[in-house]
């Protein structure tokens, strides 16, 4: 199940001034440290996330909080790489309810600078299950993804890092889209193993179809590298960042093509499907 708000209880003191610092220059607006500086899981190169909830001047807000975490920096070495997402109040205040999604997480696991200026979580009044914003988003994103790896496969044959790549982010996003609907905590990670054996480990969602999928889709998509648990790489998950920079010299061949775009799609599609049944939606609900 979800986990309690207020998770940050160990904050890095230095992103933590600097967001403190940003504050002062952010107006109305909210700032909001979140990720791994916030809840203390941080590595000396990791970077610092900013979140900017707007009630107004969205774009001069965003300029004004950068211009001033560079001035504290500049300031105050050493310097943090800055990840900042800004986002207008209405939309975090809708979005926030839902544990998994972005604004949900900001809520619930970072720092938030002013609380009073965004109030209590209200209660939704759509008719759509807490989990619904990040559900919705993340079949969107599937849609997108899968709708671009399809074209490139068809139409280039030889850009496989660029078709691997949104075929890794179909998966991702539907098993995400999944993991909220069944109400299970997922970490910003791009790991689909260990997103898929949250999945497979609970006991409500591993007798489903979609988990005989995905048991289908981890086993095509593992290889050996040694003996032990620790030798088994999935080499889907590289296409999100090894082979998204530096390709592969590894070529598939016209039936390995469609073997790839069948599978991802097919078992994309079920993991959707499955988010629906667990919300109780449909397709025409991603168009409200």
Known sequence: MFGNKNKAVNPDPHALAAATFAQQFAGPNTVILFGSRATGGHRPESDMDVMLVCKNRGATAERDVNLALK?????????????????????????????????????RLGVVMCPENLGDVQEPHDGYPDSWPDVKQRILTTQRNLRSMTALAQHEPEDQ????????????????????????????????????????????????????????????????????????????????????????????????????????????????????????????????
């Open 71 to 107: 001035r504290y920096f500049d300031q105050n070495p050493p310097v943090l790489n800055v990840q900042l997402l800004a986002i207008s109040e209405e939309r975090f205040n809708y979005c926030r309810r839902a544990p998994n999604h972005v604004a949900g997480q900001a809520w």
């Open 161 to 288: 890092a660029s078709y691997g790549f949104h075929g890794h982010q179909a998966i991702e996003n539907s098993i995400k889209a999944w993991m909220s609907a069944a109400e299970l905590e997922y970490r910003s990670v791009h790991d689909l193993q260990e997103l898929a054996d949250s999945l497979l480990s609970n006991p409500y969602e591993s007798t489903t179809l979609a988990a005989e999928l995905l048991l289908e889709l981890m086993e095509y998509t593992s290889y050996t590298e040694s003996e032990g648990p620790a030798g088994s790489i999935n080499w889907l998950n590289k296409y999100a960042v090894t082979y998204r920079y530096g390709d592969t010299e590894y070529r598939m061949s016209p039936a390995d093509q469609v073997r790839f775009v069948t599978l991802i799609s097919r078992s994309a599609f079920a993991f959707m499907e499955r988010a629906h049944q667990l919300t109780g939606t449909a397709p025409a609900d991603l168009e409200e």
